[in-house]
């Protein structure tokens, strides 16, 4: 079971007038998101004062992987780091919860329910050691 995914390329469109499209936000968050991704073992993506970001934060402090946080509603561009996490996450039709965004070893591991289904199944410890979060 294949659980990480690549990040997918998102198009950019300039309008004639030389403004910015939501296509050339969305390209921004994403050169923010993969210059993260790529020079980060383990990043997480979160809202301050969500439950579930709460618990994703101290299970990977737990298991002893440091993850750099980004807090959307504290940074300049999370509306439009956000925007791109629900276009990862397959936000569409089904209403389902964006953050926390986990991403290891460059990739994007999931939310919530694929964190701790890793942690439960037991391939968690193994993807964080192979991304070098881990050294034990």
């Not at 999370?78 to 986990?102: T, Y």
């Not at 199944?121 to 193994?126: A, E, S």
Request: proline residues 4%; contains cysteine.
């Amino acid at each position: 079971m294949q659980v990480a995914k690549d990040l997918p390329v998102v198009a950019v469109r300039v309008d004639g007038g030389g403004g910015e499209t939501p296509a050339m936000n969305m390209q921004a968050a994403y050169d923010k998101v993969s210059l993260l991704v790529s020079g980060n073992a383990v990043v997480v993506f979160t809202i301050s004062g969500c439950c579930m970001c709460h618990v994703v934060k101290q299970l990977l402090f737990g298991l002893g992987v440091g993850p750099t946080i980004v807090e959307l509603d504290r940074c300049a561009s999370g509306s439009e780091i956000h925007a791109l996490l629900v276009r990862l996450s397959g936000g569409g039709g089904k209403r389902q919860q964006v953050v926390p965004a986990v991403f290891v070893g460059g990739k994007f591991l999931g939310g919530i329910e694929t964190v701790m289904a890793c942690h439960i199944n037991g391939t968690l410890v193994p993807l964080l050691k192979d991304a070098g979060a881990l050294w034990l």
